[in-house]
Nanobody, 120 residues
Framework: VQLQASGGGLVQTGGSLSISCAASGSILSINAMGWYRQAPGGKRERVAGITSIGSTDYADSLKGRFTISRDNVKNTVYLQMNSLIPEDTAVYFC???????????????WGQGTLVTVSS
């Protein structure tokens, strides 16, 4: 299973950015998908998650500014980020829980990360 994240970049304070992460490979089913982030010198923190039926959860500090969604046909998870502030600068990592062929258990896979930089 491979995860390809895209959409990161540089944005000014108050701007918006959308990032995505597409899973590919011998995938039978995807359960949860989501995003974490890690700021320079900081710990990895959970941003948002979305279940297979579309239930979502967010870090309390990000509610109202970030929106997670998924496309089950494209095996892709998205993160729409609005009203960005410099404190949102981080590498954003996607994860997916995947059931692969010839397996009975879901396994978590991680993307390589995409850098989001918010300038002041």
């Amino acid at each position: 299973v491979q995860l390809q994240a895209s959409g990161g970049g540089l944005v000014q304070t108050g701007g918006s950015l959308s990032i995505s992460c597409a899973a590919s490979g011998s995938i039978l089913s995807i359960n949860a998908m989501g995003w974490y982030r890690q700021a320079p010198g900081g710990k990895r923190e959970r941003v948002a998650g979305i279940t297979s039926i579309g239930s979502t959860d967010y870090a309390d500090s990000l509610k109202g500014r970030f929106t997670i969604s998924r496309d089950n046909v494209k095996n892709t998870v998205y993160l729409q980020m609005n009203s960005l502030i410099p404190e949102d600068t981080a590498v954003y990592f996607c994860y997916v829980e995947v059931l692969v062929e010839d397996s009975t258990d879901y396994v978590e896979y991680w993307g390589q990360g995409t850098l989001v930089t918010v300038s002041s």
